[in-house]
């Protein structure tokens, strides 16, 4: 809600008993919250290295078939790399979209509210609530 309180908002001084304020215009435009892409990007990493880990059969070494590797322990190595790896590729997702977002902004005017118009607003966002 804006209030009267609205930092570059100014009253005007021709009125003195009346309390108007001049408009202003703002930008509005949507942004990605970054962190469910970068916790998705992990996700995915992860889901990609237990695939690779457990998803095909473990090779036997044909020199020496004691050095073959559990897969648990593959997918702990795949898992730190394909993590890392997904966390950064959600980043960039994150990162178009905030541009494609930057591109479609919209130039609104916004005017503060008198207290009078303040109290009313709120209000009527209370008996709305009930």
């Given at each position: 809600?804006?209030?009267?309180?609205?930092?570059?908002?100014?009253?005007?001084?021709?009125?003195?008993?009346?309390?108007?304020?001049?408009?202003?215009?703002?930008?509005?435009?949507?942004?990605?919250k970054y962190v469910p892409f970068l916790v998705l990007g992990g996700l995915i990493g992860l889901a990609v290295a237990?695939?690779?880990?457990?998803?095909?059969?473990?090779?036997?070494?044909?020199?020496?078939?004691?050095?073959?590797?559990?897969?648990?322990?593959?997918?702990?190595?795949?898992?730190?790399?394909?993590?890392g790896i997904g966390v950064v590729l959600g980043a960039i997702v994150a990162l178009i979209l905030d541009r494609v977002?930057?591109?479609?902004?919209?130039?609104?005017?916004?005017?503060?509210?008198?207290?009078?118009?303040?109290?009313?607003?709120?209000?009527?966002?209370?008996?709305?609530?009930?």
């Open positions: 809600m804006i209030r009267d309180t609205l930092e570059g908002m100014q009253q005007d001084p021709a009125r003195s008993g009346d309390t108007t304020f001049e408009q202003r215009q703002i930008t509005v435009r949507t942004a990605p237990a695939i690779s880990a457990f998803g095909f059969p473990n090779p036997q070494s044909a020199s020496n078939p004691a050095r073959s590797y559990d897969p648990s322990t593959v997918f702990g190595f795949l898992a730190v790399l394909f993590a977002g930057r591109k479609r902004s919209r130039i609104a005017t916004v005017q503060a509210l008198t207290p009078e118009e303040d109290r009313a607003a709120e209000q009527a966002e209370r008996d709305a609530d009930a």
